[in-house]
């Protein structure tokens, strides 16, 4: 069972079906007890980062979610999910986040060549950094995965499993241990986003690679 | 290395999609459903569902539809057609669609861009114009094309874009049902006009109108069409072949 957290951003309604359709039984939650007691957690999330850090706060399932992952728990965070693992995020102003991945949110803009358009959207090639890791079994070099963002993580490059080119080399994944994110958004990323799903339900953590 | 788009178009009314389709191997042509996922078999990279239904009851099987595609197929999906207030926005959001297109609701009330961008985040805002050219001037039509609202068509998107829409569907009438290519000098315009995706539609014959609208517009980023997909006349999975052979990135 996997518990995807409801903290009021964004529509989960894909992300379920997603699941659902690779026979992986998930539930939307905003209960400690079922967070914690779920095999895996998803933290999904799209719009701005400031209004999302807040709502999980003021829940406290900041906390549920940081308590839950440093037991050992696999951890997947998408798009807005994924930037909030991040220590910061400089999206309207300077923003603390969950801190359970090294680095920090910063816009596109200035980053790229003019001619670049932001929003990033659309479909980018991935391309793997270090070891495979174990979300991308089932994929090979240069897969195609759906973006859609103007931020984007920095000072990460210990965690950094993937990335795509967009004028430069933008983080596209990060795994330390049993946390997981992704920056695109595997639920409508067709056939490969649902292998990437696939592969985290079936991933088990090894002992001492844990947070 | 971000890749070309290749969009189908399905025209819906009362949960059916219209505009004969004339599909073997489906058993039913008309259900969004079947044909949605059969698009996104053939290497579609979105999907656009236009709601032409005009009642009330109409509108309501439209949701129950776009429910159903979300729940089975898992490539982004925009909506479009009777969206007037945010409520709208609100409605086929919920019903998992990610991306939502304004056309003649922000004509009437320009300030649906600017709350809905602000309410949902600038990536879920499409605007979708309707342009051709009275006296050589780009002229932005409303109500599916049939009313001339005056407007420069340029000064509009752009307007629309500074708004916070954050993508732009050009429908050229000129080319439109003409088959005879993309509007390339429209599209052009635009292009230099704005720096978020802009979406190319209209004109669409054949597999090498694409070639040619992404030969000569490099920064185009989609191209969307309905008939030809409809009717088999361009297969997409032959045309994004082609494409790549022509040194197009696409997803293959």
């Given at each position: 069972m996997i518990a995807i957290i409801d903290y009021?951003?964004?529509?989960?309604?894909?992300?379920?079906?997603?699941?659902?359709?690779?026979?992986?039984?998930?539930?939307?939650?905003?209960?400690?007890?079922?967070?914690l007691n779920a095999d895996k957690i998803i933290l999904p999330g799209v719009g701005a980062f400031k209004d999302a850090a807040k709502n999980l706060r003021e829940s406290g399932l900041d906390k549920v979610v940081i308590e839950a992952a440093k037991s050992g728990k696999p951890l997947m965070g998408i798009c807005l999910g994924m930037q909030l693992l991040f220590e910061?995020?400089?999206?309207?102003?300077?923003?603390?986040?969950?801190?359970?991945?090294?680095?920090?949110?910063?816009?596109?803009?200035?980053k790229i060549p003019p001619s670049y358009k932001i929003p990033h959207i659309g479909w980018n090639a991935l391309s793997f950094k270090g070891e495979k890791s174990p979300i991308f079994k089932?994929?090979?070099?240069?897969?195609c995965v759906y973006f859609v963002h103007s931020y984007y993580g920095v000072d990460c490059a210990e965690s950094t499993i993937a990335t795509c080119e967009y004028a430069i080399e933008v983080t596209a994944a990060v795994q330390k241990g049993n946390v997981f994110g992704c920056q695109f958004h595997p639920e409508k990323s067709g056939k490969v986003g649902l292998s990437i799903l696939k592969a985290f339900d079936e991933y088990i953590p090894e002992g001492g690679e844990t947070l | 290395m971000i890749t070309k788009r290749i969009i189908p178009c399905l025209d819906v009314k009362d949960g059916r999609v219209v505009k004969g389709v004339n599909f073997k191997g489906l058993s039913d042509v008309s259900s969004p459903v079947e044909l949605g996922q059969y698009y996104s078999e053939m290497g579609?990279?979105?999907?656009?569902?236009?709601?032409?239904?005009?009642?009330?009851?109409?509108?309501?099987?439209?949701?129950?539809i776009l429910t159903e595609v979300a729940s089975k197929v898992f490539i982004p999906l925009t909506v479009g057609g009777g969206i007037n207030t945010i409520e709208d926005f609100d409605r086929v959001?919920?019903?998992?669609?990610?991306?939502?297109?304004?056309?003649?609701?922000?004509?009437?009330?320009?300030?649906?861009?600017e709350e809905a961008a602000k309410k949902y985040g600038n990536q879920c805002v499409v605007i979708s114009a309707d342009v051709k050219r009275v006296d050589g001037v780009f002229r932005v039509f409303s109500k599916g094309g049939r009313e001339n609202t005056g407007m420069e068509a340029i000064s509009w998107i752009k307007r629309c874009v500074e708004m916070g829409a954050g993508e732009v569907v050009v429908n050229s009438i000129d080319t439109d049902g003409v088959k005879g290519g993309f509007d390339i000098p429209m599209l052009s315009a635009v292009l230099d006009a704005v720096n978020v995706p802009v979406i190319a539609s209209g004109g669409a014959g054949s597999m090498e109108d694409f070639?040619?609208?992404?030969?000569?517009?490099?920064?185009?980023?989609?191209?969307l069409a309905a008939s030809i997909f409809h009717f088999?006349?361009?297969?997409?999975?032959?045309?994004?072949?082609?494409?790549?052979k022509n040194d197009i990135k696409v997803r293959l």
């Amino acid at each position: 069972m996997i518990a995807i957290i409801d903290y009021g951003v964004g529509n989960m309604y894909s992300l379920k079906c997603s699941l659902e359709s690779q026979g992986i039984e998930s539930v939307m939650t905003r209960d400690r007890e079922t967070i914690l007691n779920a095999d895996k957690i998803i933290l999904p999330g799209v719009g701005a980062f400031k209004d999302a850090a807040k709502n999980l706060r003021e829940s406290g399932l900041d906390k549920v979610v940081i308590e839950a992952a440093k037991s050992g728990k696999p951890l997947m965070g998408i798009c807005l999910g994924m930037q909030l693992l991040f220590e910061k995020s400089y999206e309207y102003g300077e923003c603390e986040g969950l801190g359970l991945i090294k680095g920090s949110i910063v816009p596109l803009e200035g980053k790229i060549p003019p001619s670049y358009k932001i929003p990033h959207i659309g479909w980018n090639a991935l391309s793997f950094k270090g070891e495979k890791s174990p979300i991308f079994k089932y994929l090979n070099e240069n897969d195609c995965v759906y973006f859609v963002h103007s931020y984007y993580g920095v000072d990460c490059a210990e965690s950094t499993i993937a990335t795509c080119e967009y004028a430069i080399e933008v983080t596209a994944a990060v795994q330390k241990g049993n946390v997981f994110g992704c920056q695109f958004h595997p639920e409508k990323s067709g056939k490969v986003g649902l292998s990437i799903l696939k592969a985290f339900d079936e991933y088990i953590p090894e002992g001492g690679e844990t947070l | 290395m971000i890749t070309k788009r290749i969009i189908p178009c399905l025209d819906v009314k009362d949960g059916r999609v219209v505009k004969g389709v004339n599909f073997k191997g489906l058993s039913d042509v008309s259900s969004p459903v079947e044909l949605g996922q059969y698009y996104s078999e053939m290497g579609a990279d979105e999907l656009v569902f236009y709601d032409i239904t005009a009642s009330y009851e109409g509108r309501k099987l439209f949701t129950d539809i776009l429910t159903e595609v979300a729940s089975k197929v898992f490539i982004p999906l925009t909506v479009g057609g009777g969206i007037n207030t945010i409520e709208d926005f609100d409605r086929v959001l919920k019903c998992g669609a990610d991306k939502v297109s304004v056309n003649s609701g922000a004509i009437k009330n320009p300030k649906l861009i600017e709350e809905a961008a602000k309410k949902y985040g600038n990536q879920c805002v499409v605007i979708s114009a309707d342009v051709k050219r009275v006296d050589g001037v780009f002229r932005v039509f409303s109500k599916g094309g049939r009313e001339n609202t005056g407007m420069e068509a340029i000064s509009w998107i752009k307007r629309c874009v500074e708004m916070g829409a954050g993508e732009v569907v050009v429908n050229s009438i000129d080319t439109d049902g003409v088959k005879g290519g993309f509007d390339i000098p429209m599209l052009s315009a635009v292009l230099d006009a704005v720096n978020v995706p802009v979406i190319a539609s209209g004109g669409a014959g054949s597999m090498e109108d694409f070639v040619t609208l992404f030969n000569l517009l490099p920064t185009i980023d989609a191209g969307l069409a309905a008939s030809i997909f409809h009717f088999k006349e361009v297969e997409i999975s032959e045309l994004k072949k082609l494409l790549s052979k022509n040194d197009i990135k696409v997803r293959l």
